[in-house]
């Protein structure tokens, strides 16, 4: 079983930066594909981001590449999400995920955190 435990978020006003961190525990980390979700009041949860195992290969949403950067410290079994030029439309909360090797689908998810951005 993985326990995931998500910090970082906040308020922030358009245009600025926040990093998101999730911490992991159980499990062997480095075996996990890691994502990022999120979900808007009212709105379905949609996919952010997600980093292999290694970190080598790292998948986006369109409507964040370019601002937003995924990575690992597979040391310190944490996955981290670098929200930059930040927008209002990226308020949500944000829910770190883990998806373990051959599983169709994320297994285990964190109880997520607040980002809200003023315009």
């Known amino acids: 079983q993985v326990q995931l435990v998500e910090s970082g978020g906040g308020l922030v006003q358009a245009g600025g930066s926040l990093r998101l961190s999730c911490a992991a525990s159980?499990?062997?980390?480095?075996?996990?594909?890691m994502g990022w979700f999120r979900q808007a009041p009212g709105k379905e949860r949609e996919f952010v981001a997600s980093?292999?195992?290694?970190?080598?290969?790292?998948n986006y949403a369109e409507s964040v590449k370019g601002r937003f950067t995924i990575s690992r410290d597979n040391a310190k079994n944490t996955v981290y999400l670098q929200l930059n030029d930040l927008k209002p439309e990226d308020t949500a909360v944000y829910y770190c995920?883990?998806?373990?090797?051959?599983?169709?689908?994320?297994?285990?998810w964190g109880q997520g955190t607040q980002v809200t951005v003023s315009s």
């Open positions: 995920s883990a998806r373990r090797l051959g599983s169709t689908g994320y297994d285990y």
């Open positions: 159980g499990g062997t980390f480095s075996s996990y594909r």
């Open positions: 980093i292999s195992g290694s970190g080598g290969v790292t």
